[in-house]
């Protein structure tokens, strides 16, 4: 699989002058990550998937680095599907991180991701998402952005994690017909362009804040606290979706392991993995 750099040139001839606005400034990027944890950026004009890229990276024995794209021809999305978004418009990027042993719970990395990519559109774009659970970004119930973690085992313990987002940004405002009602990004939001290098940075910066407190006694329920407080899902009349079947429920809480705790007629149960479906607020 061809990983095709963007040369500043390049980026510049490819993507200026589209109606998707600019494109990412991988010297821009790379300088206000000077120092941080991600100061391994990169940022490329296509590739089959960032997480696929950042995985082969991780078995190589490489060590933490961010991976972006304009476009990918495979994108990976949650529970199998498939992850669409035109070229040049969106954040779609992945970090390979090494976890100590206070992170070897891919789920607080997950988390931790996504309350920083929450807080990156507040600070850049002026609009702070809901979280869906699990780690959907939402808008009035549309998507904007989705994360996907992808552990990856050596000898029975995780020695590696690569968490991907994908920030739908700057897109047309004519969307296919099938995402028209379900997808929505930060442009059609805030009434302009979202400078998409500033927003990486910031959601990159965010993520080691959060994560250097997590290495910190009171870190996990700090980071649990802020989901929560962002949270689109608990209060919500739910329809919990999985492989055996739809129940509906109330969404109640999170468990500190992440699981969805929810109401349903015949009981509380924690969920670990599915699909929610927001049904009315719950009163
Ligand atoms: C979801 O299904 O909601 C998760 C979507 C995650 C998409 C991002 S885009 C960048 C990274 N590379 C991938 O192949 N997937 C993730």
Not at 20 to 37: K, P, Q, W
Not at 39 to 61: I, K
Not at 230 to 240: E, F, K, L, Q, Y
Request: hydrophobic fraction near 45%; glycine fraction near 10%.
């Amino acid at each position: 699989m061809t990983r095709t750099a963007i040369s500043p040139r390049l980026a510049t001839s490819t993507f200026e002058n589209t109606p998707y606005g600019c494109a990412v400034d991988t010297d821009r990027a790379i300088s206000g990550l000077r120092g941080s944890r991600f100061a391994h950026f990169e940022w490329v004009d296509e590739c089959c998937s960032t997480n696929a890229e950042l995985a082969a990276a991780a078995l190589r024995g490489e060590g933490d680095q961010v991976l972006g794209a304009e476009s990918q021809t495979a994108g990976r999305g949650r529970l199998g599907r498939v992850w669409q978004a035109p070229a040049g418009a969106s954040v779609l990027c992945s970090v390979l991180v090494r976890p100590d042993a206070v992170l070897g719970d891919g789920h607080l990395l997950t988390t931790a991701l996504g309350v920083a990519a929450v807080e990156a559109c507040r600070s850049v774009a002026g609009v702070t998402p809901g979280l869906k659970w699990p780690n959907d970004l939402v808008v009035q119930d549309r998507k904007l952005a989705g994360i996907l973690a992808e552990s990856h085992v050596t000898d029975g313990r995780i020695d590696a994690v690569v968490i991907g987002i994908g920030i739908n940004v700057n897109w047309p405002a004519e969307l296919p017909e099938d995402l028209a009602s379900i997808a929505v990004s930060l442009n059609a939001v805030v009434g302009h362009d979202v400078d998409r290098t500033d927003l990486v940075v910031a959601m990159l910066i965010g993520f080691e804040r959060w994560l250097e407190l997590l290495a910190a006694p009171q870190g996990a329920g700090e980071l649990r606290d802020a989901y929560v407080a962002h949270s689109a899902t608990i209060g919500r009349r739910v329809r919990v979706e999985s492989p055996t079947g739809a129940e509906e429920g109330d969404a109640v809480g999170v468990e500190t392991d992440g699981r969805l705790i929810v109401d349903f007629a015949a009981g509380r149960r924690s969920i670990a993995v599915g699909d929610v479906v927001h049904l009315r607020v719950v009163t």
